[in-house]
């Protein structure tokens, strides 16, 4: 895993408290059991937390990237258009 940047780590810090909710709602804690201690799946669900707030920067950030693209490509097309005194196809 990558260092994290400080939007990822502000992420992670406001959404802390869904790691204990899923630990509680959805997992059987066994202290007897070596790896399935209340700590070691706070450790395992706050570095899964941490790869989805990876993984969700970036996924917004490339959404937000491609919808520049699109916008960008379809605003130079009328940019072009519009020098060569062409008119807009009627579909």
């Given at each position: 895993?990558?260092?994290?940047?400080?939007q990822e780590c502000a992420?992670?810090?406001?959404?802390?408290?869904?790691?204990?909710?899923?630990?509680?709602?959805?997992?059987?804690?066994?202290?007897?059991?070596?790896?399935?201690?209340?700590d070691d799946l706070f450790?395992?669900?706050?570095?899964?937390?941490?790869?989805?707030?990876?993984?969700?920067?970036?996924?917004?950030?490339?959404?937000?990237?491609?919808?520049?693209?699109?916008?960008?490509?379809?605003?130079?097309?009328?940019?072009?258009?519009?020098?060569?005194?062409?008119?807009?196809?009627?579909?």
């Amino acid at each position: 895993m990558r260092i994290m940047t400080e939007q990822e780590c502000a992420l992670v810090e406001a959404h802390m408290a869904l790691v204990e909710t899923v630990i509680q709602r959805h997992i059987t804690v066994r202290p007897d059991i070596p790896g399935l201690e209340h700590d070691d799946l706070f450790q395992v669900g706050s570095l899964a937390l941490c790869r989805a707030a990876q993984r969700y920067v970036w996924l917004r950030f490339r959404a937000l990237y491609l919808l520049l693209f699109f916008i960008f490509t379809d605003d130079r097309l009328i940019h072009c258009r519009d020098r060569l005194g062409l008119t807009a196809p009627n579909f």
